[in-house]
């Protein structure tokens, strides 16, 4: 039997539902899922317009709803990815209405209630934190975002939420690096789509969302050109001999390099889920962590730090800034200790050429001693409390060459008495 088509697939937040009636018919009813109300199936569009209207208008006059809508219905909302939108309209602005819909305006245009509300603002995310302190500062950026938006266009006067400190501290993840060796298990071990993502991972360093959407007409067969979708970034790298001999052996089934066996794009959801039963499959984790696929980033331009690229070299590859780019050199200094052994093996050398360079200059020092105090005639050498600091600033005993100094000073001091004596003999 074939299925009824369903119209105006393409319309957001329509809902389609179902209902058998009493004489066993089939029949359909729409209603706008968002703004909460059915729609007139025989005068579908017009209805959805008339709740698209009500869902965008002010729900309580001038209230905090209303600067959610000013922000929402901007042409800044609008250059947000579908993904940032979907999160904020999805369950970010319903929290926020539900929690602040009905406060007043007028709220943030007097200085001692705006601080009261941010003390208020505070004290809400550290109660959500208890449950989920991801969430919480999510929704904690999402009302900074709103206020920051209308007091940059002069809606209200005063933003008192300026910044916050955010209680999810578990973003670090600059450690979490896929090795050669589980790498390759995975390969061995993962399903043919799951193999292909990880190839293209580990040879561009690109994200999960652009691998997913990379479509065939960006590889040439000799550089793969990509769009972030985050950032909006051109990049554009040479294809390594894996990934051309890997691409180029692959069947062409859809328009995206990634597709299902029906050749669909992968959704979110969907690859998600089937990276992590590969991932699990192998244990792919680390002091309990368990990795990720966005982990294949870190792994990429921590290969490229051990290979000698610079900061900006990386930036050209990932995408990232030029500070995240140092970080990860950073720590990938930190935990290979190569560069901790390049510098110990530099000072052990140093120690060496000191020791040496001090033992030759306390030869020389002791050869200039002994001619000074074979000169006939001559006075001892003057500089017996210069060589001897010489030889304690060089760690030598100079206890030796201060005995010689004092024999050669006997010496001399009896050979100018003697000639006093034979002076006054021939006087007399």
Same mark, same amino acid.
């Given at each position: 039997?074939?299925?009824?088509?369903?119209?105006?697939?393409?319309?957001?937040?329509?809902?389609?539902?179902?209902?058998?009636?009493?004489?066993?018919?089939?029949?359909?009813?729409?209603?706008?899922?968002?703004?909460?109300?059915?729609?007139?199936?025989?005068?579908?569009?017009?209805?959805?317009?008339?709740?698209?209207?009500?869902?965008?208008?002010?729900?309580?006059?001038?209230?905090?709803?209303?600067?959610?809508?000013?922000?929402?219905?901007?042409?800044?909302?609008?250059?947000?990815?579908?993904?940032?939108?979907?999160?904020?309209?999805?369950?970010?602005?319903?929290?926020?209405?539900?929690?602040?819909?009905?406060?007043?305006?007028?709220?943030?245009?007097?200085?001692?209630?705006?601080?009261?509300?941010?003390?208020?603002?505070?004290?809400?995310?550290?109660?959500?934190?208890?449950?989920?302190?991801?969430?919480?500062?999510?929704?904690?950026?999402?009302?900074?975002?709103?206020?920051?938006?209308?007091?940059?266009?002069?809606?209200?006067?005063?933003?008192?939420?300026?910044?916050?400190?955010?209680?999810?501290?578990?973003?670090?993840?600059?450690?979490?690096?896929?090795?050669?060796?589980?790498?390759?298990?995975?390969?061995?071990?993962?399903?043919?789509?799951?193999?292909?993502?990880?190839?293209?991972?580990?040879?561009?360093?690109?994200?999960?969302?652009?691998?997913?959407?990379?479509?065939?007409?960006?590889?040439?067969?000799?550089?793969?050109?990509?769009?972030?979708?985050?950032?909006?970034?051109?990049?554009?790298?040479? =294809?390594?001999?894996?990934? &051309? #001999?890997? *691409?180029? $052996? +692959?069947?062409?089934?859809?328009?995206?390099?990634?597709?299902? !066996?029906?050749?669909?794009?992968?959704?979110?959801?969907?690859?998600?889920?089937?990276?992590?039963?590969?991932?699990?499959?192998?244990?792919?984790?680390?002091?309990?962590?368990?990795?990720?696929?966005?982990?294949?980033?870190?792994?990429?331009?921590?290969?490229?730090?051990?290979?000698?690229?610079?900061?900006?070299?990386?930036?050209?590859?990932?995408?990232?800034?030029?500070?995240?780019?140092?970080?990860?050199?950073?720590?990938?200094?930190?935990?290979?200790?190569?560069?901790?052994?390049?510098?110990?093996?530099?000072?052990? =050398?140093?120690?060496?050429? &000191? #020791?040496? *360079?001090? $033992? +030759?200059?306390?030869?020389?020092?002791?050869?200039?001693?002994? !001619?000074?105090?074979?000169?006939?005639?001559?006075?001892?050498?003057?500089?017996?409390?210069?060589?001897?600091?010489?030889?304690?600033?060089?760690?030598?005993?100079?206890?030796?060459?201060?005995?010689?100094?004092?024999?050669?000073?006997?010496?001399?001091?009896?050979?100018?008495?003697?000639?006093?004596?034979?002076?006054?003999?021939?006087?007399?």
């Amino acid at each position: 039997m074939r299925k009824a088509s369903r119209p105006f697939k393409e319309l957001k937040h329509l809902q389609r539902i179902p209902k058998t009636l009493a004489d066993g018919t089939l029949k359909y009813y729409y209603r706008h899922r968002k703004a909460g109300v059915m729609l007139d199936p025989d005068n579908l569009v017009e209805s959805y317009a008339a709740a698209e209207r009500k869902m965008r208008a002010p729900k309580s006059g001038d209230t905090f709803n209303q600067l959610i809508r000013n922000f929402e219905t901007s042409a800044d909302f609008d250059g947000l990815s579908q993904d940032t939108r979907d999160a904020y309209t999805g369950w970010k602005f319903k929290a926020l209405e539900k929690k602040y819909g009905t406060l007043p305006i007028e709220v943030f245009n007097d200085h001692d209630d705006a601080e009261r509300f941010a003390a208020d603002a505070l004290a809400w995310h550290q109660q959500l934190g208890k449950k989920s302190r991801r969430s919480a500062d999510n929704l904690m950026s999402a009302l900074c975002r709103v206020l920051s938006w209308n007091k940059e266009k002069k809606k209200i006067k005063h933003h008192p939420l300026p910044t916050f400190t955010r209680l999810y501290k578990g973003g670090q993840r600059e450690e979490l690096t896929w090795s050669d060796e589980l790498q390759d298990d995975f390969l061995q071990k993962a399903r043919a789509t799951m193999v292909t993502a990880m190839i293209i991972a580990r040879n561009t360093g690109q994200r999960a969302k652009d691998i997913r959407e990379y479509p065939w007409t960006k590889y040439d067969g000799e550089r793969v050109t990509v769009r972030q979708s985050k950032g909006k970034k051109w990049i554009t790298i040479p =294809a390594t001999a894996e990934l &051309r #001999a890997h *691409l180029d $052996a +692959l069947d062409r089934r859809g328009d995206t390099v990634l597709c299902t !066996a029906g050749g669909k794009m992968f959704s979110k959801r969907w690859f998600n889920e089937c990276f992590r039963e590969d991932a699990d499959a192998v244990e792919a984790e680390i002091d309990g962590r368990k990795l990720n696929f966005h982990d294949m980033r870190g792994t990429v331009a921590t290969n490229l730090a051990a290979a000698g690229c610079t900061a900006f070299q990386i930036a050209s590859v990932i995408g990232w800034s030029l500070d995240k780019c140092q970080k990860i050199i950073d720590a990938y200094i930190a935990m290979s200790g190569e560069m901790a052994d390049a510098a110990f093996a530099k000072l052990e =050398a140093h120690k060496v050429e &000191r #020791a040496r *360079l001090a $033992a +030759l200059r306390t030869n020389e020092a002791v050869k200039t001693l002994a !001619a000074n105090s074979n000169e006939p005639g001559g006075p001892p050498a003057p500089a017996k409390a210069v060589f001897s600091k010489l030889m304690v600033c060089h760690g030598r005993d100079s206890r030796p060459l201060e005995r010689t100094h004092r024999a050669q000073k006997c010496k001399l001091k009896c050979k100018l008495q003697t000639g006093r004596r034979r002076f006054e003999t021939s006087g007399d």
